[in-house]
């Protein structure tokens, strides 16, 4: 697509995700000096932001990406470079040749799976296992990945340790939007569990779930904990591999007040849709934060804000506002960069948002849009 400019947000087609450079760049740069002063590697999970218009900037500072699969495995490829680790639940026949060839780190995640492709795999690729520490600290069963009977990694129980002749890694993903003490919970469960098979290997994968941009993390905590690992660990490189922390606070998704209709309390309905364009905020759930806006009933004019999709569940919630909103007027949803664009349906046949990159010189970069073929091609 030739990427169209424009010099102002109301010129911007609607609705439309917005990701500031700058902001990225700042995370960017926060992650470098982990990966500087801890000396790790930190890859972008590409599950939870996979920008491709911006790799060019992430990867001046990041080592590579990890991708859950092939076809994130190919974009890591084609579009970011430098190193590709591919981990995912189960590996398929068909698709193991191209993952091999493409990933620096492949991944399984039980020894059926190595015993399967590790003839094909050997000597190409270096091969890990995810573990699982069976350390449950995160509070949302939709994303605790050491929940009970959780299908991802193995657990102590049942690790096979005459089987690890080909292994080189081991990889623990165990935590969500946490920060230093999640992890050094998780640590010296991995450690305690699967400690006495590490001076076997090459590399450990500390997995995502490091909230390292967001305002309240311990940055210095973290480059202390994983400098003691080193020490004690010297002749392993450390990787992390987080993708909300890379996507955190760059931008918004916008959109605008189709229409407001009366049921008991005013309701505006907008050009996006919570189940569409946001499903975190239903899945989750979470409340949103709209620029402006505050809870109901704070400011003078309070909304319930839906979307333009028939289900009656497609709500983002009830805002209130200084002054009254008007039909054609501008929604700023923040921080929709990470796990928002990955999710994204065309269910209802909805409109996808644009794609929108504001950069250094404060021009706006319509970098992608979607019509109706968008909505078709995934139909038949
Ligand atoms: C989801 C996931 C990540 C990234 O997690 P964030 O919460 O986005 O940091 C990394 N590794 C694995 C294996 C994952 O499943």
């Known amino acids: 697509m030739k990427i169209e400019i424009r010099k102002d947000l109301n010129e911007l087609p609607s609705p439309c995700f917005v990701c500031e450079e700058e902001l990225l760049k700042r995370n960017l740069e926060l992650l470098k000096r982990v990966q500087d002063e801890a000396e790790v590697k930190i890859l972008l999970a590409l599950k939870g932001f996979a920008l491709w218009s911006t790799f060019d900037l992430c990867k001046e500072y990041l ?54 492709f590790v ?57 969500c939007e946490q920060n230093v003490d999640a992890l050094k919970g998780a640590l010296s469960n991995f450690e305690e569990k699967f400690g006495e098979f590490l001076h076997q290997m090459k590399w450990v994968n500390f997995g995502g779930g490091h909230h390292i941009t967001r305002a309240d993390y311990d940055v210095e905590g973290l480059i202390q904990l994983l400098k003691d690992f080193k020490n004690r660990y010297p002749h392993l490189k450390v990787y992390l591999e987080p993708g ?28 996006t849709s ?16 709209i620029r402006n806006s505050d809870l109901p009933n704070v400011k003078k004019h309070t909304y319930r804000l839906g979307g333009n999709t028939c289900l009656a569940g497609d709500i983002m919630g009830d805002y209130s506002f200084d002054e009254p909103l008007k039909i054609g007027d501008k929604i700023i949803f923040e921080d929709m960069i990470h796990y928002t664009m990955v999710k994204t349906t065309t269910f209802n046949g909805i409109k996808l948002p644009s794609i929108v990159i504001k950069n250094d010189q404060d021009c706006y970069q319509i970098v992608n849009k979607f019509g109706y073929n968008a909505y078709k091609s995934r139909l038949s």
């Open 244 to 271: 909300e922390a890379v996507g955190w606070q760059t931008g918004y998704l916008m959109a605008t007040v189709l229409d407001i209709v009366e049921n008991g309390m005013p309701i505006a309905i907008l050009d």
């Open 63 to 116: 080592q590579g990406c990890c991708a859950s699969g092939l076809h994130e495995a190919i974009l890591a490829k084609e579009e970011f470079g430098k190193e590709v680790h591919t981990y995912s639940p189960a590996f398929k026949e068909e698709e193991i040749d191209e993952i091999i060839y493409i990933s620096n780190h492949l991944v399984f995640n039980s020894f059926n799976q190595l015993n399967q």
């Open 119 to 175: 003839n094909k795999a050997k000597g190409k690729t270096s091969i890990g296992l995810r573990v699982n520490p069976e350390y449950s600290s995160v509070e949302v069963d939709l994303y605790n990945p050491c929940g009970l009977y959780s299908r991802l990694g193995i657990t102590r129980a049942n690790f096979q340790e005459d089987k690890l002749s080909e292994v080189e890694g081991l990889h623990f993903h165990a935590l």
């Open 274 to 289: 919570a189940e569409a364009h946001m499903p975190d905020t239903l899945a989750m759930p979470y409340r949103a934060d």
